[in-house]
């Protein structure tokens, strides 16, 4: 179910400070178990936790291994900019008793009607199912229009790979990216979903 994202009862005096019109723009996608909602400067200190595994680091392209200071704040601050070129929705699991911040889920506008999907999860809510259940609603949603979507995973992580594949995308081919954590490009399996 996809709505625009309703100021709750309890929302930070901060968080509405921060969160500006392009934002609540942004929409608010609910689950079974839990609501895909955009990032308000309060969840910075759970990004910074969950990304200080090296399990977690080491799964994506972009999160550094230490988390230098301030690095979860940026993160949070580009996701809330209007001129941001990613949409990042938190995994909040609040309303059902779970953390507030179980990962993230996002997608980044890229050229033509296609967007690149991303996510992480929490080492601690592995193989809960809690991904392929963010992933298959932002898939279901599609807040871009996008036609084509596309996404990677390292081959080393064959779990991010199971996620993809039982969200509908098929495997593309073989490729390589650069990992800021491994400081090295890591081999990935590259797959795309068409949207209709």
């Known amino acids: 179910m996809v709505m625009s994202a309703p100021l709750r009862e309890g929302t930070r005096l901060d968080d509405l400070n921060a969160i500006g019109a392009a934002v609540l723009d ?42 230098p200071p301030g ?21 909040d699991g609040s309303q059902n008793r779970l953390a507030e911040l179980l990962g993230v889920v996002s997608l980044t506008r890229m050229e033509g009607e296609q967007s690149e999907l991303g996510f992480w999860i929490g080492a601690g809510f592995w193989n809960t199912g809690f991904a392929t259940e963010a992933v298959a609603a932002l898939v279901a949603a599609n807040p871009h229009g996008a036609r084509t979507l596309f996404a990677e995973a390292f081959q080393d992580n064959p779990g991010s790979a199971r996620v993809l594949t039982n969200c509908g995308f098929v495997y593309l081919g073989d490729a390589e990216s650069w990992s800021v954590a491994r400081g090295a490009r890591v081999p990935t399996w590259t797959y795309l979903r068409k949207m209709g």
């Open 26 to 67: 942004q929409p608010v996608i609910e689950t079974e178990r839990f609501t895909l909602r955009p990032l308000r400067p309060s969840d910075a200190g759970l990004i910074a936790h969950y990304t200080a595994d090296r399990r977690v680091a080491e799964g994506t392209r972009a999160i550094p291994h230490p988390l």
């Open 71 to 91: 690095a979860s704040e940026a993160f949070v601050a580009r996701a809330l900019s209007a001129k941001r070129t990613e949409d990042v929705w938190a995994i």
